[in-house]
């Protein structure tokens, strides 16, 4: 069974930026796509951005599309998600997810995953 750790949050400025990271273990990384979600308090949990098994496709939320970017390392079994030009309604409990893939697919689908972190706080605020 897949394990999933994330680390990186953290307090940041509006306009900073912050880099997360999820690190995996016990189970073959690379037959998972990886997903980023948030949930802030008193919402939802939505999705952020998902990368495919190699790495090769991504995509993301309109929402954080051209400021956050999302890679993995399956060398090291880590995925990463790069944020920049943070804005308060940023501030969530970001959290990896995955899902075993058929293929190089990518799904920006909650539901469809099946293996989650416990999570990490990112708080935008001046």
């Known amino acids: 069974q897949l394990k999933l750790v994330e680390s990186g949050g953290g307090l940041v400025h509006p306009g900073g930026s912050l880099r997360l990271s999820c690190a995996a273990s016990g189970s073959r990384f690379n037959d998972y796509t990886i997903g980023w979600f948030r949930q802030a308090p008193g919402k939802e949990r939505e999705v952020v951005s998902s990368?495919?098994?190699?790495?090769?496709?991504?995509s993301y939320a309109p929402s954080v599309s051209g400021r956050f970017s999302i890679s993995r390392d399956n060398a090291n079994n880590t995925v990463s998600l790069q944020m920049n030009s943070l804005k308060p309604e940023d501030t969530a409990v970001y959290s990896c997810a995955a899902l075993r893939a058929r293929g190089e697919v990518t799904s920006l689908k909650r539901t469809s995953y099946q293996i989650w972190g416990q999570g990490t706080q990112v708080t935008v605020s001046s």
């Open positions: 990368i495919s098994t190699s790495g090769g496709s991504t």
